[in-house]
């Protein structure tokens, strides 16, 4: 009988802990509480479920729970997109699931 090793649960919270080890300058932890939540929603998540569609659910999320503006969302954006571009290098995942997950930073100009 043949073994399958193709398909290999591995878990958010575990790559995300590889990757602060390889990477402890990552810019993922900058935004502390996004990152908790990040790690309490994702990170029993197998990395090939996380797509497109759950992280633009969370972030909608914790706009509504912390009144982020899209500048703040951007800003955790970059720092998770930071672990994602980690997960393609090491061959882990071959899409980023943040491709196309953009907030609009339009401002009202200020009145004169």
Known sequence: MREENSLVTQYVGNLLREHLIKCPDSKITVRRNCFV???N???KFDIHQLNKEALE???LK???ENNYTNRSLNATRAGI???FKYLMSENIILRN???GVYFDERRTPKKR
Request: charged content about 15%; hydrophobic content about 40%.
């Open 37 to 39: 939540s990040f790690c």
């Open 97 to 99: 699931p943040l491709d």
């Open 41 to 43: 929603h994702f990170g």
């Open 81 to 83: 997109n930071h672990f």
């Open 62 to 64: 914790i706009k509504r």
């Open 57 to 59: 659910n969370w972030f």
